[in-house]
């Protein structure tokens, strides 16, 4: 990329925070990939799993979770999913949806592809009936998981889920479906691709049920960008701006479940002073929430390496022999 100057402050500092955790994740994924290879029997140099990868197994983490609520118990199978799956929950209490708009990789994609939109003028904004109801989706397949597990699944269950051979070696299936997509797979990807030139940022906004779920919880987030009624000329560049497709411009604060702390409202808005971010009462600058973020995750990264609430118990042989039983080899 050339240059950055088309973005504004807020947009570059979201970006540069979106790609350097998005090239981590692949590094992580490439560390992954030969570790399972060591697991399958492909290499005898054994790589060290590397524990961030549990972040993509939100359903694991969820059992997890219950289970630790109920009974104090930390799940020793993905230790660092839970940990992350709580640190996402948290920042989105303190720091509103800044998991979605500077940490998740598939965040990163769908601005990029935003980007694209915008630049090839292609994109188009739902209205406030279409909006709602494209809505919807994500938190039926919520609600779904969470009767499932929150409600149907006892303590037993879950343990016995978490104990499975499935669960052990679920984050190296989790490589194998990216890996070698299915055509339906394949299909459906460049379906939300294609989509999302149209209509901006389709998978983060209608369908994503991790998403809908932190979104619930940031409600609760003291930050919220205010507005100031009396001084605003309803142009409309706020709305326009937001990646959420927010209609800023009708709202004094804005603590809608889609807000992303993104700040891009702010800087669109012509009126100084109109816009602006606030924890409680106090007026904060708008990088402090994509820099908390990153602060948030590394202060649970440190905790969690210094309480053993990071790596899994299970020995890596172990863990060959199980591979070996779940997929044949």
Not at 27 to 45: D, K, N, P, Q, S
Not at 136 to 158: A, E, H, Q, T
Not at 232 to 245: L, N, S, V
Request: net charge positive; glycine share 8%.
């Amino acid at each position: 990329m050339p240059t950055l100057s088309f973005l504004r402050p807020s947009g570059r500092l979201r970006l540069a925070i979106q790609a350097a955790l998005t090239i981590f994740c692949l590094y992580a994924g490439y560390l992954f990939h030969r570790h399972v290879l060591w697991l399958g029997g492909g290499t005898e140099i054994f790589t060290p799993k590397p524990p961030s990868v549990e972040a993509f197994l939100p359903i694991s983490a969820l059992m997890a979770a219950k289970r630790f609520f109920l009974t104090g118990q930390w799940d020793s199978v993905h230790p660092a999913g839970l940990t992350l799956f709580l640190a996402f929950l948290l920042m989105a209490v303190a720091l509103r949806k800044g998991f979605c708009g500077y940490i998740c990789p598939v965040g990163f994609i769908s601005s990029m592809v935003e980007r694209l939109g915008r630049k090839l003028k292609t994109g188009r904004e739902t209205g406030p009936l279409a909006t709602r109801l494209f809505t919807i989706p994500k938190y039926v397949i919520l609600c779904g998981f969470l009767w499932f597990i929150v409600i149907g699944m006892d303590v037993r269950s879950i343990e016995s889920f978490l104990s499975a051979r499935y669960n052990l070696v679920a984050d190296a299936s989790m490589l194998h479906f990216f890996l070698s997509p299915s055509l339906t797979t394949i299909l459906v990807v460049a379906a939300l691709l294609v989509l999302s030139l149209f209509i901006r940022n389709a998978w983060c906004r209608f369908l994503c049920p991790y998403g809908a779920l932190l979104g619930l919880f940031a409600i609760f987030s003291p930050i919220a960008v205010n507005r100031e009624k009396d001084t605003c000329i309803a142009c409309g560049k706020c709305r326009k701006a937001c990646p959420a497709g927010i209609r800023v411009d009708e709202k004094q604060r804005v603590n809608s479940p889609e807000c992303i702390g993104c700040a891009a409202c702010l800087e669109a808005c012509p009126v100084e002073g109109c816009l602006t971010m606030r924890a409680g009462n106090k007026a904060i600058p708008f990088k402090a929430v994509g820099i908390s973020c990153v602060a948030l995750l590394l202060a649970v990264y440190a905790w969690a390496l210094a309480t053993g609430h990071w790596t899994s118990e299970i020995p890596a042989d172990m863990l060959r022999r199980v591979y070996m039983m779940q997929f044949g080899q």
